[in-house]
């Protein structure tokens, strides 16, 4: 069970301890309308425990950063590789449509602007050869891109590598097919492997 163990201002620290020892700590930083924007996960070993008492200096193992307008999941850094992965979401905010692995979204923001980002993120049309032009601007980054049939599912999956798996629904929403396009022709594939949109909620 987790407990405050402070507030700091618009600031709360979450703490879980057994047996005298912190299992997990992490903390959540708020905006002025009181929503998250960013929780900062403690970094804990298992060979050197730590107490409530030296749990002064927090030192990190991840920062989750977030939408606070749709509540959704922004970018995520992680301290040990000093690796920042970007999320970008459209469809009324309800679905990701790009996974963006070492680049922040402030640089992304400086390629396509923030007024477009916000407009993409409030589109149920987004235009995704905005997005996949980031590959080519971004050569360091690997990218993943999702388009989506909104209350149905995805449509499209598109790996750091360009290659697109598609799908498509019967009249009840289920999977019907899972195909690709090889030199203009559809080739049906076998597997049943789809990325769903809760995987980037709120943490």
Same mark, same amino acid.
């Given at each position: ?10 600031? &709360? ?22 929503? $998250? ?20 200096? #927090? ?5 989750? =950063? ?5 509540? =959704?999941?922004?970018? $995520? ?11 970008? #979401? ?7 449509i790009a996974e963006i692995l070492n680049e ?28 996949? !032009? ?7 980054? &690997? ?9 149905? /599912? ?5 790996? !750091? =590598? /360009?290659?697109? &798996? ?9 999977? =019907?097919?899972?195909y690709e396009w090889v030199n203009g022709n ?18």
């Open positions: 069970m987790y407990r405050v163990l402070s507030i700091l201002g618009i600031n &709360q620290q979450y703490v879980a301890t057994k047996r005298g020892y912190v299992t997990d700590a992490y903390i959540l930083k708020y905006d002025s309308l009181g929503r $998250v924007i960013e929780k900062q996960v403690a970094l804990l070993s298992s060979t050197s425990p730590r107490t409530m008492a030296t749990l002064n200096d #927090w030192d990190l193992v991840e920062t989750y =950063k977030y939408y606070p307008n749709i509540n =959704k999941l922004k970018e $995520v850094r992680n301290h040990k590789d000093n690796i920042t992965t970007t999320y970008l #979401w459209s469809y009324g905010g309800q679905y990701p922040s979204l402030e640089t992304i923001e400086d390629i396509i602007g923030r007024d477009t980002l916000r407009a993409l993120q409030n589109s149920y049309a987004p235009n995704m050869s905005m997005i996949d !032009a980031l590959r080519s601007q971004l050569p360091h980054a &690997q990218i993943i891109t999702m388009t989506y049939m909104p209350i149905v /599912g995805m449509t499209s999956y598109t790996d !750091a =590598k /360009g290659y697109t &798996q598609y799908y498509e629904y019967d009249d009840f929403g289920q999977v =019907k097919e899972i559809k080739n049906i594939l076998k597997c049943d492997v789809v990325i769903y949109p809760y995987m980037y909620q709120l943490l």
